[in-house]
């Protein structure tokens, strides 16, 4: 079996960074990514970009996309674009805030997304339909995790706008979770590693055999111009 694609992007939590080693990518696996000059190589991940524990990305990926698709990275961290234009997000996101820290909840904030913990969802969303605010909001997990964006916006529809920008057309997306399923849904060829969540494994076009980053590496040697 072989792919044709022209863009690669990957989620990092448990996709490319094992979390049994602290989040970092295997230097294995670092040296074989970096082999593959035949494609653009896409991090896409709900992390803040400086958040990101393993900083070698800055020289593997040629784009981060980070806060769950919504800022772009690129030029090795030097340049950074917030791809949500809505002039609104900002007094919304400011209000969500308070009524996350009115009502006890756990909030961590990002430049463009907030995030929480999933068993606020429930109540989190009726707080927010009763301040009229459901049509300005979107709502994702990641594992216990709770993400809090713009409506629209996902890692799908992020690495979208990428690839318009650079020309591209066909993409392979790889995940692991929840808020991969836009990542997948946006791809030409789905791909979850071993490790994904059920969710993700009914919807993609592969299913690795392998975990973490090394699941990944295995998928890239599909396609098309690898060199053994």
Known sequence: MRINVDTVAMDYDR??????????????????LMRFSHFKRMLATGRRF???????????F????SENGTIMNSDGGKRKEVMVKSEGWARIRSEITGIMNRSGMRVYTGEVVLAGYKDDAPELA???RAAGLNEEVELEFNKEGLLIMPKGW???RG?????RRLGCTRLLGIGDDLNDLSLLRAAEIGVAVKNAVPELKMIADIICEKENGYGVIEVLRLIEGYKE
């Open 154 to 156: 996902n890692k799908g």
């Open 159 to 163: 690495v979208r706008e990428v690839m």
């Open 50 to 60: 400086e958040d990101i524990p393993d900083r070698d990305v800055l020289k593997v």
């Open 126 to 128: 009726n707080k927010i």
């Open 62 to 65: 040629d784009v981060i996309l």
């Open 15 to 32: 996709t490319i960074a094992d979390e049994s080693k602290g989040f970092i990518i295997s230097d294995e696996v670092k040296q074989e």
